[in-house]
């Protein structure tokens, strides 16, 4: 994997627009006036990192190889693109970490789940929250505000996935897609009905969410860096669901669709809108 710059763009352009509000001081670089957050989002698009890294992981890529470049006098797309590829080859160059992603779902505990190994992520369920997680949990929940979320996560599946990837950011990135991708599926299966809804508060349409604090632990269950991730628009309301009645056909038609992606070429692209699916039903 290599950056370069995308066809049909000039990137001259927007290198002299950045040249003219910069001050360089020996190796000390700044830039005057708003234009700077402007110029970098249109230089961002401007280069192609490919796939395999997370947008949010290769435009920070960018502006870290785009300000290496800049403590050169002249600034050049070929000073850039080299520098951005170098910040790539230190990025890969990165030891995989270990990480485990711990949330919830509401789906009444009567149920019986499988393992799952989605898109390189193992998912875990688990009736109660497994005993090495517990202080870490719960020392996040005393944290957050309590507009965010209920402390009572009584006939909740927990959710453990766990993934080995370069940053933390990437492992959760990667773990919410694979469980929104699972979850979208389930989705896909059991939802009634649309909804209309004139003002108030709008109630989701999926039948199965996501809690509403998402915490990333190590092996040995401890807090990573204490960070949590946290659905803003929670609905905290929603009815838990019974899936012991379908069950069966549930998790056959599971089955089926993920036959299905892995064996269609445009497989990717259609588990990618069955997330933003369930997502956007949310």
Avoid at 2 to 9: D, E, I, R, V
Avoid at 40 to 46: F, G, P, R, T
Avoid at 108 to 135: A, D, M, Q, T, W
């Amino acid at each position: 994997m290599t950056a370069k710059w995308k066809n049909g763009f000039n990137p001259e352009v927007i290198l002299e627009k950045l040249a003219a509000i910069r001050t360089l001081d020996g190796e000390k670089v700044s830039f005057s006036g708003f234009e700077y957050s402007e110029y970098i989002q249109v230089l961002k698009s401007m280069i192609d990192i490919g796939e395999e890294i997370s947008s949010e992981i290769a435009h920070g890529l960018i502006v870290k190889g785009f300000h290496e470049a800049t403590k050169k006098q002249e600034l050049t797309k070929n000073n850039v693109i080299t520098a951005v590829k170098k910040a790539v080859r230190e990025h890969l160059g990165k030891p995989n970490e270990a990480y485990w992603l711990l949330t919830t779902l509401n789906i009444n505990v009567i149920n019986e789940l499988p393992r799952y190994s989605v898109n390189g992520c193992s998912l875990c369920f688990y009736k109660h929250l497994p005993k090495k997680y517990r202080k870490a949990r719960s020392s996040a929940l005393s944290e957050v505000s309590s507009w965010l979320i209920d402390k009572d996560e009584s006939f909740s599946y927990y959710v453990v996935a766990h993934v080995s990837d370069k940053t933390e950011h990437e492992a959760v990135e990667k773990m919410l897609d694979a469980i929104d991708l699972l979850r979208g599926i389930w989705n896909l299966h059991i939802n009634k009905s649309m909804v209309l809804s004139f003002g108030g508060r709008k109630k989701p349409i999926n039948q199965i969410t996501l809690g509403a604090l998402h915490t990333l632990h190590d092996k040995n269950g401890a807090k990573v860096n204490d960070i949590y991730w946290y659905e803003p628009d929670h609905y905290k309301n929603h009815s838990k669901v019974d899936l012991s009645k379908n069950s069966y056909e549930t998790l056959e038609f599971t089955k089926s669709v993920r036959k299905a992606l892995r064996k269609n070429s445009y497989g990717k692209d259609v588990g990618s809108a069955i997330i933003r699916y369930t997502r956007a039903l949310d």
